[in-house]
């Protein structure tokens, strides 16, 4: 079975630049979650979805960042512009039933370098 | 407030050793979740085990082996006869019964050096 698959898996752009993450979550499962790791700040939860819905975007830093999910199969998360703090390892993940019954289930990452 | 901390930044160990790393959280919850999660040197989280509030049975696999005690708000895990392969950051983390959200401890990082 596929996992959740992440692109890119690396970003490098020059600050003030938009940056794209994507996210394709397993299929069939109908939470999907944004997380950031940093050296500073270890893995902390950005928002989540359920069945599209934002539930719980407070760990959005900024107005710079937004994330979307248009459909059950794919979301995005944004950061426009961006700046050289933002630079991170961004791990999408998804789970299916309870929300906090079942584990999340994360992908590769996307290493996010911002100059 | 919700936590989860992994007092053990560093751990090194010989290939074979059994070693132990800790995790102690804090919920006022009656009903929560807690995971491990093992990060190794290429990047990706790996889920390894959930456990929840009411269940203190202790599990085995293989050679990993968890110790959940609420008495001590602890929910420990070991690996037996270490083995290179094992290196890896390890990440507890805790849910509430009402959110989805993960809270991660900082991460222990284990070197198993042949």
């Known amino acids: 079975d596929a996992g959740v698959i992440q692109s890119p898996r690396h970003e490098v752009t020059e600050m003030g630049q938009e940056v794209t993450l994507r996210c394709k979550p397993i299929?069939?499962?109908?939470?999907l979650f944004w997380y950031r790791q940093t050296m500073m700040r270890g893995l902390e939860l950005l928002i989540y979805?359920?069945?599209?819905?934002?539930?719980?975007d407070s760990g959005m830093p900024e107005d710079r960042f937004s994330a979307k999910m248009p459909n059950a199969s794919f979301s995005t998360l944004k950061i426009q512009p961006s700046e050289p703090r933002d630079s991170a390892v961004y791990f999408c993940?998804?789970?299916?039933?309870?929300?906090?019954?079942?584990?999340?289930?994360f992908g590769d990452g996307t290493r996010l370098s911002i100059l | 407030a919700q936590k989860v901390t992994q007092a053990q930044t560093e751990i090194s160990v010989v290939e074979k050793e059994d070693v132990t790393l800790d995790c102690v959280y804090e919920?006022?919850?009656?009903?929560?979740?807690l995971f491990w999660y093992k990060q190794p040197p290429s990047g990706e989280l790996v889920f390894l085990i959930r456990?929840?509030?009411?269940?203190?049975q202790n599990e085995i696999s293989g050679r990993y082996s968890w110790n959940f005690q609420k008495s001590t708000s602890s929910f420990n895990f070991t690996i037996t006869a270490s083995q290179v392969v094992d290196s890896a950051v390890y990440f507890c983390a805790l849910v509430d019964g009402q959110g989805g959200k993960l809270i991660f401890g900082q991460g222990t990082e284990l070197s198993v050096k042949p």
């Open positions: 993940a998804s789970s299916s039933g309870t929300v906090n019954n079942q584990p999340q289930h």
């Open positions: 919920t006022r919850d009656t009903t929560y979740y």
């Open positions: 299929s069939g499962h109908d939470y």
């Open positions: 456990r929840n509030s009411f269940d203190e």
């Open positions: 979805f359920n069945n599209n819905v934002p539930i719980d």
